[in-house]
């Protein structure tokens, strides 16, 4: 699968942005969808995860209650809603992707995926 990655920009502190990631290829469905981000020095974290059918999510710590994920499979597409952005949100978000098993666990590393977007740029100011 191929991925898509847009909706970045430059944001002020407490507003919102929606991150899409949209999917080419057969079998979406099949795939555990997640999103990282990379600020400058830091390392690649994981910032969300949706299972398969979009039944089970996961978020990191410092984006509990403020992101959500949700996933369209009829549109091969996987969304990062981001509210009360904060300065230190600001990085580089990528979506993965991940064939699995209806019944795989949540994944965090991302080592495990083996599909990646290109990558869309999120700068909060504060």
């Known amino acids: 699968v191929q991925l898509q990655a847009s909706g970045g920009g430059l944001v002020q502190a407490g507003g919102s942005l929606r991150l899409s990631c949209a999917a080419s290829?057969?079998?979406?469905?099949?795939?555990?969808m997640a999103w990282f981000r990379q600020a400058p020095g830091k390392d690649r974290e994981c910032v969300s995860v949706i299972n398969r059918s979009g039944g089970s999510t996961y978020y990191g710590d410092s984006v509990k209650g403020r992101f959500t994920i949700s996933r369209d499979n009829d549109k091969k597409t996987v969304y990062l809603q981001m509210n009360s952005l904060k300065p230190e949100d600001s990085a580089v978000y990528y979506c993965?992707?991940?064939?699995?098993?209806?019944?795989?666990?949540?994944?965090?590393?991302?080592?495990?995926?083996?599909?990646w977007g290109q990558g869309t740029l999120v700068t909060v100011s504060s």
């Open positions: 290829g057969p079998s979406f469905s099949r795939y555990m």
């Open positions: 993965a992707a991940r064939s699995v098993i209806s019944s795989a666990p949540i994944e965090i590393r991302q080592a495990s995926y083996n599909n």
